[in-house]
C-alpha cells in the first residue's frame, strides 16, 4: 500500500462539497489554511478542486455516490490509501426530498424506498464515514468531525418530510455517542444544524417565487432574514478548529434565533 503523506497542515474532507453550505464550507476551510478534499456524487467536484487547487493548498476531488455503503467502502479505501486518512471530517452531503409543486412530503405519502435513501444518504453515510475517519483520527491522536444536522432535527418544522426530520434527529443522537468514543483519543465530534439557508436544497420555487417564499418566512425568524451558506461555514469552521478543543457533543444551531 503506498501512503502519501500529507504535507503540512490538516486534511480536511467535505462531503456534499459541490453545492450550497458544503462549498461554502470548502472555501472557509481553505482560507483556515486546510487543504481540503471535496467528496460529492456530483462530477463538478473534479473540475471545482481543479481551479481551487494551489502548489501551497492543493485541493482534492473524489466522486461519490454516498447512498451506497459499498461505495463508501470504495471512497474511504481510496482515501486511506492516498492520503493515509483525514484530519477533518465533514458529514454535510444531504438530501430533502420535495413534491414536484414544492411542498413536503406526508407521512402517508412516503415510500420505504424514498425513507431508505434518505436515512442511506443522511444518516447511514455520516455513520460509515465517521467509523472510519476516528480510526485514523485516534492513531494520530488528533481529530474533528462535524455533522450536519437541521433544525428539523429538533423541532416540528411543517416543510420537513418525516423522513429528513427523522435521519437529522438521528444525526444529533448519534453525534453524541460519537463524541462519547471519540472524546479520550483526542477528537471532538459536533453537530451544526442550520435553520432556513438560501441553497439550492432550500430553494422552493416550485411553490411560487423562492424569494419571495424566503421573504416571507423570515418575518418569523427573530433576525429577520434567511441564513447565508457563509453563516453556516463560519460555525463549521470553528468546530474544525483549535479553538473548539473543548467543545464536543455539542448542537450548535445556526438559525437566527428561531426556537418554536
Ligand atoms: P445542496 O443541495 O445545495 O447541497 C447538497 C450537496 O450534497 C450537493 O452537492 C449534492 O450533490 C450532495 N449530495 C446529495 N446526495 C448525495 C449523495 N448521495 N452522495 C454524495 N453527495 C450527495 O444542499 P444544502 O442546503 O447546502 O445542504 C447541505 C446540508 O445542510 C444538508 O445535509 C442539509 O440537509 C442541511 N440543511 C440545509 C438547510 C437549508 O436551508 N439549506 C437547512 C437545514 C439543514
Known amino acids: 500500500m503506498t501512503v502519501t503523506t500529507i504535507p503540512t497542515g490538516r486534511l480536511a474532507a467535505v462531503t456534499g462539497g459541490a453545492s450550497g453550505i458544503g462549498l461554502a464550507t470548502v472555501h472557509r476551510l481553505r482560507e483556515d489554511g486546510h487543504k481540503v478534499l471535496i467528496i460529492d456524487r456530483s462530477e463538478q467536484v473534479v473540475e471545482l478542486a481543479e481551479e481551487l487547487s494551489t502548489e501551497e493548498l492543493p ?5 461519490a455516490d454516498l447512498s451506497s455503503p459499498e461505495e463508501i467502502k470504495r471512497l474511504t479505501a481510496e482515501i486511506t490509501e492516498e492520503f493515509g486518512g483525514v484530519d477533518i471530517l465533514v458529514n454535510n452531503a444531504g438530501i430533502h426530498p420535495k413534491q414536484p409543486d414544492g411542498s413536503h412530503f406526508a407521512i402517508k405519502d412516503i415510500s420505504l424506498e ?5 436515512m442511506d444518504v443522511n444518516l447511514t453515510a455520516t455513520f460509515l464515514m465517521s467509523q472510519w475517519a476516528m480510526k485514523g ?12 444536522a437541521s433544525r428539523a432535527g ?16 438521528a444525526v444529533i443522537g448519534f453525534t453524541r455517542t460519537l463524541a462519547g468514543d471519540c472524546g479520550p483519543h483526542g477528537i471532538t ?7 432556513r439557508i438560501k441553497t439550492p436544497l432550500s430553494d422552493v420555487s416550485g411553490l411560487g417565487s423562492s424569494q419571495n417564499l424566503h421573504e416571507e418566512f ?3 425568524v427573530p433576525l429577520r432574514r434567511v441564513g447565508t451558506s457563509d453563516e453556516l461555514a463560519a460555525a463549521v469552521s470553528f468546530l474544525a478548529s483549535e479553538d473548539s478543543s473543548f467543545v464536543t457533543g455539542a448542537v450548535i444551531d445556526v438559525n437566527g434565533g428561531i426556537f418554536g
Open 114 to 118: 424514498q425513507w431508505n435513501l434518505v
Open 189 to 195: 465530534a459536533n453537530t451544526v444544524a442550520p435553520g
Open 59 to 63: 485541493v482534492y476531488a473524489k466522486v
Open 154 to 169: 429538533r423541532m416540528y418544522m411543517p416543510i420537513s418530510g418525516a423522513h429528513y426530520a427523522a435521519s437529522k434527529a
Open 137 to 148: 483520527m485516534a492513531e494520530r491522536g488528533w481529530g474533528r468531525i462535524v455533522n450536519v
Open 218 to 220: 423570515a418575518q418569523s
